[in-house]
């Protein structure tokens, strides 16, 4: 990140938000967990199927004084944080992390991990993209593995990458949402023959909520 971009954004007090809101977790391991969203804008890794490429360019959200969203986030009864994009690692999130622990909140963050995360969390949620794959430091780090299953040669690159998380990782295979009919019959198969693998839904589409 350059030095005109970390002026502008006051080393993170100020971020391209897109959204935040109150809502219920839709994938992976907290699925079902009341959660406050925060969605940053911004995205360097463009896959085809992403369902917010609305978030893709920053330009189009300026940013936007962090102390504002921590002041709303905490207003809610959610005990957990969701921080997502986008490319939430695109940004500094020191401040606006250290500000919500501070608060007693659980920070979660959804990353594709191509960038080195800057923060602090309780929870690592890593979606690696075949295009544009994480580093090695993110994967090590990782709380939760969640790749996302269009074709079948992605279980390979599913196992690739879980080889490089640490034991206590887990691990998620999601359907692409688009052709989910065709896909969860594979994933089915493939995480009972290989049971380290639990399969994640986007339930929040299943219940109409954001």
Known sequence: MTEEILSLL??????????DFYTIQGEGFHS?????????????????WCDAKYTWNPKQFPPQPVDSI?????????????????EPSLYPLKYLTSALKRKGLEIFIETSGVQELDGVFDWICLS????NPPLDENL???????????????FQWAEENAAKVMKR?????QPEWSQYERLIPLLVDYAKAHPQWSVSLQSHKFMHIP
């Open 70 to 86: 921590i002041d709303r986030a905490c207003s809610f009864p959610a005990q957990a944080i969701v921080i997502t994009g986008g």
């Open 32 to 48: 079902g967990k009341p959660a406050y969203f925060i969605r940053l804008g911004g995205c360097d890794v463009g896959c085809k």
């Open 10 to 19: 006051q080393n993170g007090r100020k971020l391209p938000l897109v959204e």
């Open 128 to 131: 690696p993209k075949r295009q």
């Open 169 to 173: 990782c887990r691990l998620f295979l």
């Open 140 to 154: 090590a780090r990782a709380d939760e593995l969640k790749v996302i299953v269009e074709k079948p040669e992605d």
